[in-house]
């Protein structure tokens, strides 16, 4: 079944709104599959990698992360897009006024792989449009649909429209995204975590305890040996995850500007908790449920953990009960006792 086909069922038993989500996520889909091709030219393409400017956060724009950006707006220019939330410019931009959708994108994340030859991805999230730019600060499970166009050595789409998390492969002899597996499921429990360990001293105490436990595998509380598996590229990470299970985190931590982590609430983690709930897994900030925090700003951060449902909820409980391994540990059991 192409993405087409998916959509037409898709828009035949939804709502009226449905119609346009529908022609947005096929908007996406081909600016993906541009991008892909810009991306599978590699150096051939120019210099990618090349730093353009140093963003407000210190986090610096690539000339990928550039280019990526001018094409989804291109595309979406021509869908039934009011507004666009992106990570990429400081201020919403104004599309198609009266049109009834509102798009939150990182048109490419994991920018610090360009040169690197590893997945990069797109990552979107469709709500209804409404109230001006408010309509970009609802709530995640307001999301209409979300999806991650991962550019690896296959062109992926993961995408959900609140019916389970379906994935598509893009079949370059066709220029069709075919679908390959109609219903993710993420197992409940895994052995296999990510995190980017060389900010473990600037964690607080819960995330450090957690990881401590994971690390002395079969010998430490769990009973069981765990993996590491960290791409550095948050899209890669949760593609894995939601083939074969595990969990991502990237929590708050003690440095200057990390205090919240370093993902995006609109434009990361609520699409990405979207994908992962609707394959069965479940999505935090260590305690609560990310689609429900309340956004107050577009670029906000928050921090984040994913994956399989039950390992989510057992790191939950190191920040929140104190669990330690089977110890109780008042003085850092609680979250907000050590984070600034
Ligand atoms: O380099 P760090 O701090 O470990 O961050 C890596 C994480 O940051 C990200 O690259 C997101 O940042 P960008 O949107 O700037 O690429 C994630 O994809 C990845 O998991
Ligand atoms: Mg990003
Ligand atoms: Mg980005």
Sequence with gaps: MTLGQYLGAYEMSETPLAKAVAATIGALADAGQQLASLIALGPLAGAMAAKRHDDRFGDSQKELDF???????????????????????????LLNADAPLVVAIDPLDGSSNIDTNASVGTIFSIYPAGGGTAALLQRGTQQLAAGVIIYGPQT??????????????LDPRTGQFSLTQARAA?????????????????WDDGIRRYVADLVKGAEGPRGTDFNTRWVASMVADAFRILV???????????????????????YEANPIAFLIEQAGGGATDGVRRILEIEPTSLHQRTPLVFGSAEEVLHLGHYQTNAYAGGEESPLFGTRSLFRA
């Design 67 to 93: 280019r990526a950006h001018a094409i989804v707006i291109d595309h979406l220019a021509a869908a039934p897009v009011a507004l666009v939330g992106s990570e990429e410019a400081d201020e919403a931009e």
């Design 244 to 266: 074969r299970g595990g969990v991502y985190l990237y929590p708050g931590d003690a440095r200057p500007g990390y205090h919240e982590g370093r993902l995006r609430l609109i």
């Design 186 to 202: 993420i197992p409940p429990r895994c052995r296999e975590y990510a995190v980017n360990s060389s900010n473990a001293r600037h």
């Design 156 to 169: 992926g789409l993961m995408l959900t429209v609140g019916d389970g998390t379906a994935l598509f492969t």
